[in-house]
């Protein structure tokens, strides 16, 4: 690991000897970012939407990603500037089967031999628990994980005292002189999924505003230059701490998977500074290089890059040998090539309208009428379908890469006031995510009514009849939300519930190898057919 480590580029470490005098001068700065990865260490195939190719990413380029690519980019890269910092905003793990099988190893490990300097901890970092990440990066991890916002201190199991040692508030980057106050913002919604054996979670989130300006303060009373965030709290958020937090230099960002070139730039409403804001996208489709002139402390310019990666980026050979290691055993255990069905155009997860998908239809009817399942009613969340799957041979891959995760099917029963509540919820839920559908449905049909004082459920029909408040449905779903995930408080607190233990991914697989051929129109299998009907 070591001298793949001194290829690709050290960590930066305090300067020895005498560092430049930089005062008065113009220094340049390169920041290379990259962003949720969520498991794509292996290229693969998908169709580039509008925006992608629209950023460089050519529709017929693919395989697209891998962390040997990135580890080719950020070589060159380094070699081709001076002071150089490379930052992640989170979410490398969960998204394809690599994580399933080596549970985070893979994912540290190779960011570890890229070089990573520092990453925030994201939501997905604790999808196998708190004390997952901290085997995880206690084996293999030799970058930063910073993470201002969590307070661990509460807790006395053994997990949370590693995380508090391992998770370091934010740090300086001495480069040549040049030194760098990196502070970690961590997201939120992180606390769903923080977990050991009793669901408990014991750590502490403090809010933006009561630790960004403190952090800072302490950054530049021990000698910072520049003050960077590294952020997982998505688009929004970073422009608008951005906006009024007047000790911040430069936001870099992630969580919301959405790549920006030019990056937006901020007008600080108290100092007038204008503070870019960098996002570079989300499954190692691109990296971004942001270069800033940088003047006794200030931001003068600022020059930004997106490398798109495809087919046409050479893969480093050393992270390819490495990599290969995993993808041996992997073949050899789940025959990834495996061909499960055949698609006739792209299979999406997302809908034309907002409302239901053609993936999430299916899953959805697979869940209901799986033998030993078979209720009247089947709902799962829509952020379960983490990918389109292309038009071609579908393999085993391509299963994983679009339901990574390791769900299962519980069976519950609802009232119909329950039903109305869970469905309120959707559209509540959705509206605030611009009226795009947080779940999809089987053997129901409704109006989201995305109204922004009151969102509501209308004109429910199970199966054909009308929702009968005062009668009883027996509900599929998957136990994350079942168990209150991403908001769920009306299934949370049923008590007729029975996981199953059936796999979703599972049932799935099933049905793609019963359907042969999708889409099927004339039997309305895996088709989008408005059984969510948005009302805006």
């Not at 905003?89 to 190893?105: H, K, R």
């Amino acid at each position: 690991m070591t001298s793949i480590l001194l290829l690709l580029g050290c960590l930066p470490t305090e300067y020895s000897g005498n560092p430049p005098a930089i005062e008065g001068m113009d220094v340049r700065l390169t920041i290379l970012h990259t962003s949720d990865i969520h498991s794509r260490l292996t290229p693969y195939y998908f169709e580039p939407s509008f925006t992608d190719q629209s950023l460089g990413l050519s529709s017929d380029a693919g395989p697209y990603g891998g962390i040997a690519r990135i580890g080719h980019i950020l070589k060159r890269e380094r070699a081709n500037s001076g002071r150089v910092l490379h930052l992640d905003s989170g979410d490398s793990f969960q998204g394809a089967i690599v994580f399933n099988e080596f549970q985070g190893e893979a994912e540290v490990r190779m960011l570890s031999e890229i070089g990573l300097d520092a990453a925030v901890v994201a939501n997905h970092e604790f999808d196998l628990g708190a004390r997952n990440l901290s085997q995880q990066y206690g084996g293999w991890g030799t970058y930063d994980l910073l993470a201002a916002n969590y307070d661990f201190e509460s807790w006395d199991l053994p997990w949370a005292t590693e995380l508090e040692k391992m998770i370091l508030p934010s740090r300086i980057y001495d480069l040549n002189g040049l030194r760098v106050g990196v502070i970690g913002l961590a997201n939120f919604s992180s606390l769903n999924s923080i977990y050991d054996e009793s669901n408990s979670m014991g750590v502490i989130p403090i809010e933006p505003g009561d630790i960004l300006p403190s952090e800072a303060s302490k950054l530049r009373s021990q000698g910072a230059d520049l003050i960077v965030v590294v952020s997982h709290m998505g688009l929004d958020d970073d422009q608008e701490q951005a906006l009024v937090f007047a000790d911040i230099d430069i936001f870099i960002g992630g969580h919301h998977h959405v790549a920006i070139d030019p990056p937006l730039v901020i007008t600080n409403e108290e100092t007038g500074k204008r503070i870019p804001v960098v996002h570079s996208g989300a499954f190692s489709k691109f990296i971004g290089r942001l270069d800033v002139v940088v003047r006794d402390g200030n931001v003068l310019s600022h020059d930004y890059t997106l490398f798109p990666i495809d087919r046409f980026v050479p893969q480093d050979a050393q992270i390819m040998d490495i990599m290969e290691e995993y993808s041996e055993e992997l073949n050899q255990k789940y025959n990834t090539d495996q061909i499960i069905a055949y698609a006739e155009e792209k299979l999406t997860r997302y809908g034309p309208t907002g409302g239901d998908s053609m993936l999430g239809n299916f899953t959805a009817e697979a869940m209901r009428f799986y033998p030993g399942v078979e209720t009247e009613i089947a709902l799962t969340n829509t952020l379960g379908i983490r990918a389109d799957i292309p038009a071609g041979d579908i393999t085993i891959d391509d299963l994983f890469n679009s339901m990574p995760f390791d769900n299962t099917i519980t069976t519950m029963f609802l009232s119909g006031r329950e039903v109305q509540e869970l469905l309120d919820y959707v559209s509540a839920r959705s509206t605030e995510r611009g009226c795009s559908s947080q779940a999809q449905i089987a053997g129901i049909t409704f109006d989201m009514v995305c109204d922004p004082l009151a969102p509501f459920a209308d004109k429910i029909k199970i199966n054909g009849v009308d929702l009968d408040p005062e009668g009883t449905y027996e509900l599929a779903t998957n136990n994350y939300i079942a168990n209150g995930g991403s908001g769920f408080e009306v299934l949370e607190r049923n008590t007729t519930q029975t996981d199953t233990g059936i796999s979703i991914r599972d049932v799935v697989k099933t049905a793609f190898i019963k359907a042969g051929t999708l889409p099927n129109y004339e039997e309305d299998i895996c088709v989008w057919d408005n059984r969510i009907n948005t009302i805006y």
